[in-house]
């Protein structure tokens, strides 16, 4: 998708927002190490621009979904750690060696199958995954997790064991019972396992926030809190030490005075009716606007103006206080002086979650890291 940089409409990161809800978060779980999730282009917010940002608040490595996502950090000089979170198919095992690239084993089968591929030039940094209630991937028997170990140490030359993991599913609920549920079975799995892989990695944002005295937090791996979202949407805990990082920011690039009865974007969902000053803003559903923000009111310059008519593709119009100059600075989601547009009223009002929101924000935004 092509960039558009000839155009003021942007996402910008904010590195100080940012480095605090690394040092909030380490903090709160006691954590000695961080892998940032920046899997989905960095939760949206761009995966340089992120990865860029996570090098420079000291944190330890990344984690990632796909194997893709791991080989275009190294491709742009990214040299920390890194973590495939997802399955990788056998064939590409020696991709992510050559790249120094942590895959993460789902089966005893998958290290026997891989054996084909790899061919023992750099050993490949392995990290268990057990599934203990996720139900997504992940080994669920003593008696795998064994035969996996079993394999890794047979062949040395090819697999470094560096991990062992589990993923939550409810660890940001306050209905704690499946979360114990799920720890009971990590216990059952590995306490009686006579060695332990350097990295136990365990707690995403929820383990990581509400669970620490409970779970292993040397190693954590977070996406949600680092990016300043209170992982329960406030419910467990008030989010204080964390931050947005993300602000969407445009400008004016129409402004006109409309008399009544004029109809105002396809459709004519909207009427003016009285005379009305209405500013057009290029930015649409072709960024990753969620149409049902028609209505919401956003930022010009610092005061209040609300989305009227359907956003379009591209462009969006908004309903001015009163007559405001071409240029005008506009925030969809931020803060410009006193004034904010917090993603969360946003989300509520469309139906949805910071995350899906920030994850539809397309790559025509140009990301810029700030502060
Ligand atoms: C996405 C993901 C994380 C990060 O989760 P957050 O809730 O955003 O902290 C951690 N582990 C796995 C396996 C994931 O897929």
Redesign the pocket.
């Known amino acids: 998708m092509v960039v558009a940089s000839l155009r003021p409409s942007r996402i910008e990161i904010s590195q100080a927002a940012f480095n605090q809800n690394i040092r909030t978060t380490m903090q709160t779980s006691h954590a000695k190490h961080m892998?940032l999730?920046v899997?989905a282009n960095g939760?949206g917010h761009g995966i340089l621009e992120i990865a860029h940002a996570a090098v420079n608040a000291g944190v330890y490595g990344l984690?990632v979904?796909v194997a893709d996502e791991a080989v275009v950090l190294r491709q742009n000089g990214i040299t920390i750690p890194i973590m495939v979170?997802?399955y990788t198919e056998p064939q590409y095992a020696e991709i992510l060696a050559q790249h120094d690239i942590i895959a993460?084993v789902v089966s005893a089968d998958w290290l026997t199958d891989a054996l084909d591929f790899l061919t023992g030039n750099h050993a490949l940094q392995v990290s268990i995954?057990l599934d203990t209630g996720?139900n997504?991937i992940g080994m669920r028997t003593k008696n795998e997790l064994h035969r996996a170990i079993d394999m890794i140490k047979a062949h040395p030359n090819m697999y470094e064991w560096l991990g062992l993991?589990t993923?939550f599913a409810t660890?940001?609920s306050t209905d704690e019972a499946y979360f114990e549920k799920q720890l009971a079975r990590w216990h059952d799995l590995t306490d009686d396992l006579a060695e332990l892989p350097p990295m136990v990695?365990v707690?995403?944002?929820?383990?990581?926030m509400y669970h620490a005295d409970e779970v292993p937090t040397d190693f954590?791996?977070?996406?949600?809190?680092?990016?300043g979202w209170e992982?329960s949407g406030k419910e467990l805990a008030t989010g204080e030490g964390l931050a947005p990082i993300l602000s969407i920011k445009s400008a004016l690039s129409f402004v006109k005075q409309l008399d009544g009865d004029e109809g105002i974007s396809y459709g004519r969902t909207y009427e003016t009716d009285c005379q009305q000053w209405i500013g057009t803003i290029p930015l649409g559903y072709g960024d990753g606007i969620d149409r049902n923000m028609q209505g919401f009111e956003i930022l010009v310059g610092n005061e209040k103006a609300k989305i009227v008519g359907q956003i379009a593709m591209d462009q969006l119009m908004v309903r001015l206080p009163h007559e405001m100059p071409v240029g005008t600075e506009v925030t969809l989601v931020g803060s410009n002086g006193q004034q904010s547009i917090d993603i969360w009223d946003v989300t509520k009002y469309v139906g949805s979650q910071p995350?899906e929101f920030t994850n539809r924000l397309t790559e025509r935004l140009p990301r810029f890291l700030v502060d």
Do not use: C, E, Q
């Open positions: 892998f999730a899997k939760y984690a979904a979170l997802g993460s995954s996720m997504r993991m993923h660890a940001d990695h707690a995403n944002s929820g383990a990581a954590i791996r977070v996406g949600t809190v680092a990016y992982p995350w």
